[in-house]
């Protein structure tokens, strides 16, 4: 079994939005990309200059959604 994971951060106006797929692809069994877990959420933006200080806003806040 394979698991992969689709993260999609977009950071428009005052808020950003993060939408995840997680999904299993198994080669064993007649089940195919069977979606083990989404999560979408929204927080507000707080205007960061810093693309890395960004990403590690989008991932905190992802890891606290779990």
Known sequence: MRYELKINAYDVMDQVVVI???????????????????????????????PGDWLCDVLVALIESL
């Open 20 to 50: 995840t797929s997680l999904w299993a692809d198994s080669q064993m069994d007649d089940v195919r990309h069977e979606v083990l877990l989404t999560r979408h959420l929204t927080f507000g933006g707080v205007g960061r200059e810093s």
